[in-house]
């Protein structure tokens, strides 16, 4: 039923997000970029494909860094364009991807300046679609209460704060305590606005959390083996959704010593079975882009659903991921492996 009034709103925005996935590039795009020999080269591929001549305003000689941050500015402008046209409840499901990276970003600074590292260089790391006007004063605070109360208190963030005022130092450890439980907060809110969105969008969206959560959950584990946190700082930052989120599988995850017993725990899951196999050199993390993709490019099979942006945007995150580290291999010449990339489309 719901979809026959949803063209009224959101028919115009859904057809523009599926002509830039269209704008993807292909397998076979992606071959042409990987027989380059120089970063001249692919820039010259790269203006046969969408992005056009994205890379004219460069001067002097292209390095992978400028083609990233370039490659970034597409993606911000695609959004942002989208943004603007949106209405609701799409517009508020857009507020809701721009949190994800303005928590980075908190964290971000906040770990530049207890590192007392250059301001206007830790703002330019940031990710533009997490900026925020009070951003750049994250530097004056010295304490979770006075960055609370400084700087996040007027932000879409201050409610995700409630559980990070445990806190005491701010050092690398509790920084990164204090992201994984604001993403955790983050996360359970937006899984429950995307409850209140019509059928399909909600389905596609739960499934998309759900997995963005137990992405979290095993990194968190994973990376806390052999650390001082306790089976309670544990429990605190593991999101509660996602096929992960079962008490019992919290529990195993939490209690783990080692990286078997987490294995043990995750491969049980039978959609997860493979996300520790070694084979072919891929890394977890590999895993971890590669099942996303699939669950992105699933996404576009639905009609009448907001959730092809969310599946967009971290389409498009890949299509940079994969176009960087062919540009990398082709200037450091490993070209034995520019072939590590994950190609969706």
């Not at 959704?241 to 939490?254: R, T, Y």
């Amino acid at each position: 039923m719901e979809g026959l009034y949803f063209n009224i709103e959101g028919g115009y925005l859904e057809g523009v997000i599926r002509g830039y996935r269209n704008g993807l590039l292909t397998s076979s795009q992606y071959v042409n970029l990987t027989q380059c020999d120089n970063l001249e080269d692919l820039k010259l591929q790269l203006s046969a494909t969408e992005y056009g001549n994205f890379l004219s305003d460069v001067s002097g000689k292209l390095s992978t860094s400028v083609l990233e941050q370039k490659l970034s500015e597409d993606l911000v402008k695609q959004f942002r364009y989208l943004r603007a046209q949106a209405s609701e409840p799409l517009s508020k499901l857009m507020d809701y991807i721009t949190y994800g990276y303005m928590i980075d970003n908190v964290a971000l600074m906040i770990t530049g300046t207890i590192h007392e590292r250059d301001r206007s260089e830790i703002l330019e790391r940031c990710h533009p679609l997490g900026w925020f006007d009070t951003l750049p004063t994250l530097s004056v605070a010295t304490d979770i209460e006075s960055l609370y109360e400084t700087v996040l208190v007027d932000t879409p963030l201050a409610p995700y704060f409630h559980n990070c005022f445990s806190v005491d130092d701010l050092d690398d450890t509790n920084i990164e305590i204090i992201r994984n439980t604001l993403y955790k907060a983050y996360l359970e809110d937006f899984y429950e606005f995307s409850k209140t969105l019509s059928s399909p969008s909600n389905e596609v969206m739960e499934r998309l959390l759900s997995f963005e959560a137990d992405k979290r959950a095993i990194n968190i584990c994973v990376n806390s083996l052999d650390t001082d946190l306790t089976v309670e700082d544990k429990l605190k930052m593991l999101p509660g959704l996602g096929k992960l989120s079962a008490p019992a599988f919290q529990h195993d995850l939490a209690h783990a010593d080692d990286l078997e017993q987490i294995k043990m725990t995750v491969t049980s899951i039978l959609e997860y079975r493979d996300f520790f196999d070694e084979s072919n050199g891929k890394t977890l993390e590999d895993r971890f882009y590669e099942y996303e993709m699939s669950l992105c490019k699933n996404a576009f099979t639905q009609q009448f659903t907001y959730s092809t942006v969310w599946a967009f945007v971290r389409s498009k995150e890949q299509e940079i991921r994969n176009i960087t580290w062919i540009a990398e291999c082709i200037a450091q010449s490993q070209k034995d492996r520019i072939n590590n990339y994950i190609a969706v489309y």
